[in-house]
């Protein structure tokens, strides 16, 4: 039956695991990009739309994929359209993640069994909206809903973090942390590089002139985020390369080019942001916090379209360029200057995973699981992508020490990727007990679901021993 309560769960064993263990664990979030001003003002979603597509570039490329016009996606057509369009589009998807999440999505949250076709949408749309003009189902509620306790947003080294303060203050239920993102300080060569200099510096109280005082400046913002309680960093990696500077004085002559509109060499970007990188991870150990790096993706491929609607809008690919010899010197430079902080390392491309684990195994000491696989990232968060991230894992590491699911998303309902991820884990154990390669043992499996689930996470963060700003 479709996606009863033992869907995935394909044998016995992995019932037991999923319905004693996993299913009732709370979730950490500690990689999303919802906005916590959303989080904070806690309204109502005017519709299903606003609530499931606005921002959702994995159903855009579906629909796109379905021969719906962009008026329909991104455009002016109306809520109702833009959901009807969607709902032509699911049946279609049979096989694709986004056909099993869209239909959890409808159970967990609303009750509503039926599957989405054109045929039943106009009934689904009346239900939904009605469910969310409801107090039970307002972006606050939702993440109660999930059993949430912590969730980790993604921010810019110049924010306010304004509602992240106020949040702290009003919400009891769970809480919700900065990360901090510092692509714009790296990304040099980026057309608003000078204009976000002058947002970072009003931020941090330190006039951004040269290549010191953004160091400076990026320095204060991250004892202003950990201070506000952040305990992560991120980076988007799409293209990685590692060049060291020759002499310290060369980073001001590249700076300072910068800030006179000159156009940077290819040499120059990469020693640029080698060296930025490098300070940042010694920032990153001294406040134990968690570095993430999202390696290879490959943005923006379609110039009339990005030109149209900007990034992140679903024309982003996956990179084949090598990585292992960048990211090993650049790891290694960290562990021969202070140390490495704790890592994970995500790529897109799941050709890179066996280079990252066996690069990862050369720099694991003192914490449990210091160097971590990141979960299977966008176009692996799936089925096959996660089986395949949990299999490498258990063949070259410790999939015991795993910090588990994250959703990456920009919609409140998408909390049910966590149930999905648990039942595929849940799945490979048990078929791993199947074949006699790990006992049929509830209490070493179910600890094992259970740290996987949420334990690792909350001691790896450190996020249970904290309630304040420290």
């Given at each position: 039956?479709f ?38 003002e ?12 606005a ?11 379905n021969?719906v016009?962009?008026s ?23 096989g ?6 869209t ?19 106009p009934?689904?749309?009346?239900e ?6 409801e ?7 939702l ?20 509602y ?18 510092p ?11 000078t ?7 009003e ?6 002139t040269?290549y ?20 992560l ?12 500077a ?14 006179e ?19 940042l ?7 134990n916090?968690t ?7 490959f943005?923006?491929?379609n110039?009339?379209m ?5 990034p ?17 010197k ?5 562990e021969?200057?202070?140390g ?16 990252l ?20 990232w ?7 992508g996660?089986r ?54 509830q ?23 904290r309630?304040?700003a420290?």
């Open positions: 039956m996606l009863n309560d033992d869907f995935l769960l394909t044998s016995e064993t992995a019932r037991r695991l999923f319905h004693n263990h996993a299913k009732t664990m709370p979730i950490i979030d500690y990689h999303c990009h919802l906005d916590p001003k959303e989080i904070y806690d309204k109502a979603f005017r519709n299903l739309t606003e609530a499931w597509l921002g959702d570039h994995y159903k855009w490329r579906l629909m796109r994929a021969g016009p962009e329909h996606i991104t455009g002016d057509a109306s809520d109702y359209d833009k959901f009807l369009a969607w709902a032509r589009t699911l049946p279609k998807a049979v694709n993640p986004l056909y099993s999440w239909h959890l999505e409808l159970r967990r949250f609303f009750g509503i069994n039926e599957t989405l076709n054109e045929a039943s949408a009934a689904i749309w009346e939904v909206n009605r469910k969310l003009a107090p039970a189902y307002t972006r606050r509620s993440i109660r809903k999930s059993n949430v306790k912590i969730v980790c947003t993604t921010d810019d080294p110049a924010d306010s973090l304004e992240h303060r106020l949040l702290k203050e009003s919400e009891q239920d769970f809480q919700v942390f900065p990360t901090f993102r692509d714009k300080a790296l990304n040099i060569d980026a057309d608003g590089f204009v976000w200099l002058t947002r970072l510096g931020a941090a109280g330190v006039p951004v040269t010191d005082t953004l160091v400076e400046a990026l320095r204060s913002r991250v004892e202003f985020f950990h201070q506000n309680g952040c305990r960093s991120d980076h988007a990696l799409d293209v990685l390369r590692y060049q060291a020759g002499e310290a004085s060369q980073l001001e002559r590249i700076f300072a080019k910068r800030l509109g000159a156009v940077l060499s290819p040499e120059e970007i990469t020693v640029y942001r080698t060296e930025l990188l490098s300070e991870i010694g920032m990153y150990h001294d406040k916090w570095m993430q790096l999202h390696l290879h993706a943005r923006n491929n110039t009339p990005f030109r149209r609607l900007g992140d809008t679903g024309y982003d690919g996956i990179n084949d360029l090598s990585l292992a010899e960048a990211l090993s650049l790891l290694d430079r960290a021969c200057s202070k490495l902080p704790k890592t994970i390392l995500y790529s897109l491309n799941p050709g890179d995973y066996p280079a684990l066996a690069l990862m195994g050369c720099y694991q000491k003192d914490t449990a699981g210091k160097l971590q696989l990141g979960s299977g966008w176009y692996n968060d799936t089925r096959d996660m395949r991230q949990l299999t490498l894992l258990a063949d070259n590491s410790l999939l015991g020490n795993f910090v588990g699911m994250l959703t990456d998303s920009r919609s409140f309902l998408s909390y049910t990727r966590h149930e999905y991820f648990r039942r595929v884990l849940c799945e490979l154990l048990g078929e791993l007990a199947g074949r006699g390669e790990a006992p049929d043992d209490a070493l499996l179910g600890q094992l679901v259970e740290d996987i689930a949420y334990n690792n996470a909350a001691g790896y963060f450190g996020f249970e021993a309630s304040a420290k």
